[in-house]
């Protein structure tokens, strides 16, 4: 799988991921990994109809992305992988579908969750996750949109300890 991106971003395919990761890292393919969208075809269509003309963009559930990985259909494009989350990222990284640099995007409020960075949110169960996946060789930085400096987890993480 030709990832040029990894995104974790609860907002998927909107403005910042349109106007500027795509064009930053040259992606002609989008696939956004979601169980949810890939059964709700009104949803799906949204999404489609949000990305850019040239950029062929698929929303795919996991056992899916698994699939089409297995029958060699994501070696071709410079991919921008979407996640909604957190738990689907381990999820990917645990199935061994994918294993690379992760950005950390966007992660919505909500309740038990503390503001890390910017718009980014996380919880308890998020942060232990990111500890594991650190643990398991993954680099996950945190970065909204290109201009920001990444900031690393470890300070990320030190920040939410702290909230």
């Not at 950029?55 to 071709?76: F, H, N, P, R, W």
């Not at 990222?89 to 690379?100: A, H, R, S, W």
């Not at 992760?102 to 992660?107: F, P, S, T, Y």
């Not at 919880?123 to 945190?142: G, P, R, T, V």
Request: one cysteine or more; hydrophobic letters at 40%.
């Amino acid at each position: 799988m030709n990832v040029v991106l990894c995104r974790v971003d609860s907002r998927l395919i909107h403005g910042q991921v349109v106007t500027k990761w795509v064009g930053q890292y040259n992606v002609n393919r989008i696939i956004v990994v979601s169980d949810q969208l890939e059964k709700d075809q009104f949803m799906r269509s949204i999404y489609l109809m949000a990305a850019p003309p040239d950029v062929k963009v698929e929303c795919l559930g996991i056992a899916s992305l698994k699939k089409a990985q297995e029958e060699d259909k994501l070696a071709t494009g410079r991919i921008l992988l979407i996640l909604p989350d957190i738990a689907t990222l381990k999820t990917i990284v645990d199935e061994k579908i994918y294993q690379g640099k992760v950005q950390i995007g966007g992660l919505g409020g909500g309740p038990d969750r503390k503001v890390v960075f910017q718009n980014i949110t996380l919880n308890d169960s998020d942060a232990k996750i990111l500890e594991e996946l650190k643990n398991q060789d993954c680099e996950i930085y945190f970065q909204t949109i290109p201009e920001d400096a990444p900031q690393s987890l470890e300070k990320i993480i030190e920040k939410y300890r702290k909230a």
